[in-house]
């Protein structure tokens, strides 16, 4: 009993050093709870068949998590151990058994385990509310935000948290049984020392790495190339060349840089330079190892972010473009209008039809270009729900949905202003493009853009490619496609030719449902992007708080050198802004290359994909969200580590 | 020659209401400059509480403390880095040496807080190094270095911006006894050698033996004060022992 009462006075008198260490594993305990919740709820699972893949994915990065946790948990507890060495020792000097020390010590992380595990699930049951919104907004399932507890995620998340808490204090349990009286009372007073490795060592580490990360990228090239089994030998070579490049060069870089940084004399003999520097190189040289796997982390961290974020939002984006319509079919033929009724018919023996436009895409002479006629255009618009389009009939107009090429085509408006067809002249209308999504690429034109004329102008036309576009009851079902496909195909639809015209020599028949679209993949790009948020998220938060303990551990001698340049007469406000300046360092040091890479994998992304995303600017948008939310993560990690450093080493009056 | 500290009735006081412990209950004294002073007495006598009062690092309750005319007691906050940085070198029992730089460095630590120009740095380390003979350890981290070499480094690191006053707290106290008396050579060339103002604190007869004048502290006010004059090292150093027998330090405090 009275073990127990020392156990829980101890938590609250060592509240400081464990907020950021009970911040950790609230958020970790929260966002667990809260993605498992996600998955196992019963609406997101019902929203489509393949829906358990988010389930899969949630519980494959739970154990990850609970795995990756786990370190950072034992990492952790050695840190508080260090803090509380002379403490353990004086127990153990008055007679208390290396045993019940120990278990004390267990008690009290006990109590901060569970503390940390009640609350963590009451925010995140808060939070899984505000997921299944998002997760439903994706999905356009009406939406309010609900709290709901679900016991299921609850349990697992109690025995990944068990596992993951387990493993890192029974850990840290073994250190107190086997460390004796003598090392846990003068482990403090050990000087520090480091090893200097030579300019030339540190210069031949990072050429080295460069080629290192270089044969890595010519590996993933080959292994693009490759089409055996080979290919994951390559893709295996490069991961690991790649990563030694990125781990080596983030170690040497900074030893260089402090180097130099030591070498220019007038900038090292300036104020308190001459200190600022001794106090980095010494956590480059002690934590450097560790700052290099923050590094690699972070690194993993962003891009997973940036791809799951811009993965979900960019498909996102195109199936708005990709299934404007709930059904729809495309034949590349000159048929009759009449030869879709059948198809519609059957459409409406399976659902409801409750609106539906047969039109043609027009040829337009000497020009790559298709074109639709004004009505055919405005009844699409209706079944889109949007407004209809008034323009005179000599007038025309181009719709294009597709960001990119509009440049061009605003630029042609200017220089062309003017068209003419079969002898008669149209002038570009007073809007002259148009830009919702209407699929462009099989749909509302074949190009990605289209041209929109008065219907007697179309009407002078050939119509050589049929088109239906259908709006059904409930949006229709998903293998209402397969039906589609296979009634055409059956031989019960006898289409017909328009009189005059030919059947070209290969016909194209598409059928797009945008049911079937959602369930296929939206559903696996949400599990993609969901598990990819949470992942990331959480190596961030534990980056973090790695980072933040390794800056902890050194507070005691931190504390005893800005004492010396107290006394030498740095005044309180240069003290304050030394521990702004070297802890800003300590924390931007890892940053350095998982910025910089994560802005190389935005230009990229843009570069490469920025142009299949049919929403403009949403690489960009949601690179930047990414390193704000980042941001926001990191800054709250600094400005407690911040916190915390300033109330130990500054005198009040500093702080 | 010239009063460069004097003490005016200082007392000093910890804790409040009825339970109040008197750390220095009434000192009064003088240190003429270039003198080498030492400060004894038993633990609690009120030494170090002298020196922190004197140092700046601690307030006094009541008194006046002059450095060279100026009254330290009635600095502010603001004012008192530049004070320290101006007037006051330090050598503490355990060195206080920042193991993140080098022994060079944290001589050169003084005086880049002292904003020196960056050209005239090295020059001055490697003078002063000269002068205490840590030449050969320059390049070498704190951990690398004997304690001797270290509160050296610590000496020279105090009195490289030469200032008024050199305040060492027990410097000898964590050195063996070569060690120690290497050191206390080279805080008396110091003072001889450099005219430097040293008030010294020691429990340590051998320690005190060095300076010119005693003051012997007994429960926070000045016991008795004794000075070298033209007496020999020997004679002296007997006398300090006389005198801790007479206050009743007895010979643990004795090397």
Redesign the interface.
Known sequence: MMYAKLALRNVRRSLRDYIIYFVTLTLTAALMYSFLALGFSSDVLAMAENMSMLTTGILLMSALVAFMSSFVIGYAIRFMLGRRKKEFATYELIGMEAKIVRNLFLAENSIIGIGAFLLGSLVGTGLSGLLNQVVKNIFEVPHTYQVSFSLRAWAVTFLFFALMYGFGTLRAAKIIRHQKVIDLLYDNRK????RFKSFRHSLLVVLLSIAAMVAGVILLGRMLQTQTNEAFLYLGGACLLILAGVYELHRQIPLLLHRFAKQN??H????????FL??I??RIHSAGRTMAVVAILLTVSLATMFVGLTMGAGYKANMKAYYPYDAGVAIDAPLEKSSMDSIVSFTEDHCGVEDSVSYYLYAVPEKPIEALSLSDYNHLREILGLSPVVMGNNEFLVHCDTWNYMDGIRQGLEQQPEITLNGRTLTVAETPILTEPMEQYQMAGTKGYVLVLPDEAASQLVGEKSRLAMKLEDGGYPELKSDLKQFLNSGKWQPELQSSQQLPEKVTMGVTVKAWGVANSLTGFTAISFCGLYLSIIFIILSCSVLAFEQLSAID?NQ??Y??????????H?QASLIRRELSTVFLIPLLFPLLLTVLLIAGAQFFFGEAILQQGLVPLYGLVTILLFCAIYLTYFGATMFLFKRVILRP?MR | MKEILKLDHIQKYYGNGGNVTKAIQDISFSVQEGEFVGIMGASGSGKTTLLNCISTIDTVSAGHIYLDGIDVTEINEKQIARFRRENLGFVFQDFNLLDTLTISENIALALTINKVPAGEIDGRVREMAGKLNITDILDKYPYQVSGGQKQRCACARAIINQPKLILADEPTGALDSHSSQMLLSTIQSINEDLGATILMVTHDAFSASYANRILFLRDGTIFTEIRKGGDSRRTFFEKILDVLTMMGGGMNDVR
Not at chain 1, 191 to 194: D, F, T
Not at chain 1, 268 to 273: A, L, P, V
């Open positions: 000087n520090e020392e480091y004399l007038r090292k003999y300036k104020e308190e330079n001459l200190f001794g106090q190189g010494r001698k005893k050198n004492a010396v340049i107290d006394r030498l007469g740095v005044p309180g240069r009056e």
